[in-house]
């Protein structure tokens, strides 16, 4: 069943009005501001709009522009879908392209820590909370615990859902751990314990054996056989100073082999999954570039995007020039989500750095 059907009531009560009006949803987050929430550009970029309303039945809407990021998903397969995950004030969705937002309130105020949506079933979707994981098989109407880790300080960091096998889940754990499941998360396995936080797992697009995970400061690593048998990548970053410490990581999708990989050295990027690399260059120097989120357009691998606390950058020609934006927040830019149907459409969410 389609998730619009379970908005629908929502949104035929609901009277959006495009003010600067504000009313308590009973969520915290209101002293650090008005300029946080999510914003989105239909001009990559030259110009922004926060799109923080959340429809009532009052016709004043509530809005989250007061809220910090954790993270922002697109679903696979509806790119005005997404689900935005927020610091100590739970999860929220929007299924028109962010005109309007719906809370998740099943799962309360809690921190999200990852999002994934299940590529063949638009309506089952995980989500990361502390030590445990949560699913949904109703477009988050209700949700059930299919992950908990006995070691309460223990976070998990990331969660992905195979592409081409939607009963395989994959976990990221800060203790350090990919973890595994083949039955769609009612069972799990340790696939390898790389030492140190793994912040972040990638399935090629193109190749759902091909794996890679990012650790915080041992680097990537790539699996050829669904997580089988790893191998180090940190012999062939060696060339560029700082690399194993990560910031993000992206795998095309419209050219395969295509890596763009951000970490304390800059931004490079590998055609061939990994085993060369080769340096984008950066308007800044590489050293004071803190990169925290990059993406590649979906119809073009050319255009690349990336944003720091401050500034928005785009380049349609691989990096050979590029456009600068001054973020449209105060706040730290922290998470990027471009449209694959239209790369003039993405969305930004920001989170403020603590000094």
Same mark, same amino acid.
């Given at each position: ?134 699913? @949904? ?28 096998? @939607? ?55 790539? @699996? ?132």
């Amino acid at each position: 069943m389609s998730k619009r059907y379970y908005a629908l009531g929502a949104i035929i009560v609901s009277v959006i009005v495009l003010s600067g009006c504000t009313i308590n949803l009973g969520f915290g987050g209101g002293s650090k501001g008005p300029d946080g929430g999510i914003y989105k550009t239909v001009n990559k970029g030259e110009s922004w709009q926060q799109r923080s309303l959340i429809p009532t039945t009052s016709g004043n809407p509530g809005v989250i522009n007061s809220f910090d990021a954790g993270v922002l998903v697109s679903d696979p397969s509806d790119p005005v879908a997404l689900y935005y995950g927020t610091l100590e004030n739970g999860m929220f969705y929007t299924y028109d392209g962010a005109n309007s937002w719906f809370p998740v309130s099943k799962l309360g105020r809690v921190t999200i820590n990852a999002i994934a949506v299940d590529p063949q079933n638009k309506c089952t979707i995980y989500a990361a909370i502390a030590n445990k994981v949560m699913k @949904s098989e109703d477009c988050s109407r209700t949700w059930d615990q299919v992950y908990y880790d006995n070691q309460l300080d223990v976070n998990i960091e990331d969660v992905v859902v195979d592409h081409y096998d @939607s009963r395989n889940v994959y976990l990221a754990t800060s203790r350090g751990e990919a973890i595994a499941s083949s039955d769609f998360g009612r069972s799990w396995r340790t696939l390898n314990r790389f030492d140190n936080k793994v912040e972040k797992i990638v399935i090629a697009p193109a190749d759902s054996r091909l794996i890679f995970v990012a650790t915080e400061k041992k680097g990537l690593f790539r @699996s050829k056989d669904k997580g089988q048998t790893w191998e180090s990548l940190a012999e062939n970053l060696k060339d560029f100073p700082d690399a194993n410490r990560f910031r993000d990581l992206y795998v095309s999708k419209v050219q395969p082999g295509l890596i763009i990989l951000a970490n304390n050295y800059g931004l490079i990027k590998s055609i061939n999954y990994g085993d060369d690399w080769t340096n984008i260059k950066l308007i800044t120097p590489e050293k004071e570039a803190t990169i925290n989120s990059v993406a590649i357009s979906e119809k073009d691998a050319k255009e690349i995007f990336y944003i720091t606390n401050t500034t928005f950058y785009s380049t349609a020609d691989g990096g050979d020039n590029w456009s600068t934006k001054k973020l449209p927040s105060s706040r730290a830019g922290w998470d990027l989500a471009v449209d694959p149907r239209d790369s003039n459409v993405i969305y930004l969410v920001v989170h403020q750095i603590k000094q």
